[in-house]
C-alpha cells in the first residue's frame, strides 16, 4: 500500500514553530504541576509570568491584573498554585491585587524565581508562603523608583536618595549654625527644594514598606511569633539605599534564606524541579523575542502575550 501524501495543513504545522514551542512548555508545566507542595498534596497548578529583559513594556503595571486574574481563571480553584515570575519590577501599586487574585485561587501559593524579580517583583514573592531559588536566582531591594531626566536622558533615581539629600543638607545647616557660620548657601539651597515632590518621594518609600510588611506578616511569617519583627527586619534590610547601594543589587536565595530569614527553598542545578524551571524559561525568554513582545501569561489552558505598542 503505497504512503499517503502529507497534507497541506500537516506541512504547515510542521513549520509552526511557536505551536511546538507552546506543546514543549506545556509538558514542562505539566511536570512541574507533579512536584509536590512542601510535601503536601492536593491539586496543583502553575502559571508562568514572564517578562522579556531589557524590552519596551516589560515591567509589571495595573494592566497585567485583567491578564493574570482571567488567566487563573483558566484553571479554577486549586490546593497549590505556583508562579514563576522572571520581572525588573514596576508600579508597585498593583502589588497587593496580584497577591490577592493568587491567593484567592488556591490554599497554598509559592513564587518560582528562574532569574531575576526585582523591585515590585520581589514585593510579589514575599507575598507567597514559600519562594523557590535556584543557583541563578535573585531578589532585590524594594526601594521606589522615580523618573528623572538628567542631561535630556531619562533615568531612574531612588525616592529615597532625595530624602537622604533633604536630610543631609539639614544636617549641614544645623552644623553651619552651631559653630556661628555663614548659613545663607544652605537657605539658598533649602529653596530650590521641591518639598512637595519630596514628601511624595517619602509616601512612596512608606507604601512599599507598608505592602511587604503586611504581606509578611499576613502569610510568610503568619505562624510565627515573632512575625512583626522579623517583617521589620526585612523591610529595613530591603528599603536601605544605603546598604544596598544601587536598586539592581543581588540578593541570591542563600542571603535571602540566612540574612532575610526568608522561607526560601535552594535548588542545586542539577535538582529535576530546577531543570524544568530553567528550561521553561529559556523557552520563554526565546519565544517572545521571535514575537518581539515584552511578557507572557501562562498556564496548561491558555496563553496571553502582550503586544508592543
Not at 544652605?186 to 514628601?199: G, R
Not at 528599603?239 to 543589587?249: A, I
Request: net charge neutral.
Amino acid at each position: 500500500m503505497a504512503p499517503t501524501a502529507a497534507s497541506y495543513t500537516s506541512i504547515l504545522e510542521e513549520h509552526n514553530v511557536a505551536e511546538k514551542q507552546r506543546k514543549a512548555r506545556i509538558h514542562l508545566l505539566e511536570e512541574m504541576e507533579k512536584e509536590s507542595f512542601n510535601g503536601g498534596c492536593g491539586k496543583n497548578a502553575v502559571v508562568g509570568q514572564i517578562s522579556k529583559e531589557g524590552s519596551m513594556g516589560s515591567s509589571l503595571e495595573s494592566s497585567d491584573v485583567p491578564v493574570l486574574g482571567n488567566l487563573l481563571r483558566s484553571i479554577g480553584d486549586v490546593d497549590n498554585l505556583t508562579l514563576i515570575l522572571h520581572s525588573p519590577g514596576g508600579d508597585g501599586t498593583c502589588v497587593e491585587k496580584v497577591v490577592t487574585i493568587c491567593r484567592a485561587q488556591c490554599r497554598n501559593f509559592r513564587v518560582i524565581i528562574p532569574n531575576r524579580a526585582k523591585s515590585a517583583a520581589t514585593m510579589i514573592a514575599l507575598g507567597a508562603d514559600e519562594i523557590i531559588m535556584g543557583p541563578t536566582s535573585e531578589i532585590g531591594p524594594i526601594d521606589a523608583q522615580v523618573p528623572v531626566v538628567v542631561a535630556g536622558i531619562p533615568r531612574y533615581i531612588s525616592a529615597q536618595s532625595f530624602i537622604d539629600a533633604r536630610e543631609a543638607l539639614l544636617e549641614k545647616f544645623k552644623a553651619a549654625k552651631k559653630a556661628k557660620e555663614d548659613t545663607k548657601p544652605y537657605l539658598q539651597m533649602f529653596a530650590s527644594l521641591d518639598v512637595p515632590f519630596i514628601e511624595e518621594c517619602q509616601r512612596m518609600m512608606d507604601f512599599g514598606r507598608d505592602v511587604v510588611r503586611g504581606l509578611l506578616v499576613k502569610y510568610m511569617f503568619s505562624k510565627d511569633t515573632e512575625a512583626q519583627t522579623k517583617a521589620e527586619k526585612v523591610v529595613k534590610m530591603l528599603s536601605s539605599v544605603k546598604q544596598h547601594k544601587v536598586h539592581g543589587r543581588l540578593i541570591d536565595g542563600n542571603t535571602a534564606r540566612t540574612e532575610l530569614g526568608l522561607n526560601v527553598r535552594l535548588l542545586a542545578k542539577d535538582d529535576r524541579l530546577w531543570q524544568s524551571v530553567w528550561e521553561y524559561y529559556t523557552r520563554s525568554e526565546i519565544s517572545l523575542g521571535r514575537a518581539n513582545s515584552p511578557k507572557m501569561f501562562e498556564t496548561r489552558h491558555e496563553m496571553l502575550i502582550a503586544q508592543t505598542a
